[in-house]
């Protein structure tokens, strides 16, 4: 384990039974609320960005705005932020997917991935990828290029990894760590 991923680790506090029974919740805050783990969390995804060419952030409500808007200040981008159907105001651009318990819709401002740009999505955990993919496609109907995806956390166990492997078309998905 490398020291990020340690100190990283160290400040998530695990939920037991929240949301619902039998879950056990990552809970980022206490990183949030530390300056040096959370200085380190932001220029680690700075550095992906840097590396994969990106020209734009995208972060995913809600925590993706909270991890995606530093991170594209610390690398001189472009922040953009992907709501939930409803949330933002003028012409949009909308995706539905569908999640183990139902379906669910995110948007972007039409105007704001453009042809020529190279997008990297931000957010806090992988988990079984339906938002990730959603955003994927969003941001290919737009025109824009997918740079690819960066996490804090991927819950390996469901497997969205393996759903976004074809959305990805072969751009890369980082993690920094992997549970």
Avoid: C
């Avoid at 705005?65 to 909308?94: C, D, E, H, N, W």
């Avoid at 957010?123 to 995806?149: C, F, H, N, W, Y």
């Avoid at 393996?162 to 992997?178: D, H, K, N, S, Y």
């Amino acid at each position: 384990m490398t020291d990020i991923e340690e100190l990283l680790l160290s400040r998530i506090r695990d939920v037991a039974d929240y949301p619902e029974p039998g879950v056990m919740f990552k809970d980022i805050t206490p990183l949030l609320a530390d300056p040096p783990a959370f200085t380190a969390l932001t220029d680690a995804l700075a550095d992906i960005a840097l590396r994969t060419g990106a020209t734009k952030i995208v972060g995913l409500e809600a925590r993706g705005f909270i991890l995606g808007a530093p991170v594209a200040v610390r690398a001189g981008l472009g922040f953009i932020p992907v709501r939930k159907a409803g949330k933002l105001p003028g012409a949009t651009l909308s995706q539905a997917y569908d999640l183990e318990y139902g379906s669910a819709e995110i948007e972007v401002h039409a105007e704001d991935l453009l042809p020529g740009d190279r997008v990297l999505v931000v957010d806090d955990v992988l988990a079984t990828g339906g938002t990730a993919e959603a955003s994927l496609q969003l941001i290919r109907r737009a025109g824009a290029e997918v740079a690819g995806v960066a996490v804090l956390m991927e819950l390996a166990f469901l497997s969205g990894r393996a759903r976004l492997e074809a959305p990805l078309a072969g751009a890369p998905l980082e993690a920094l760590i992997t549970v």
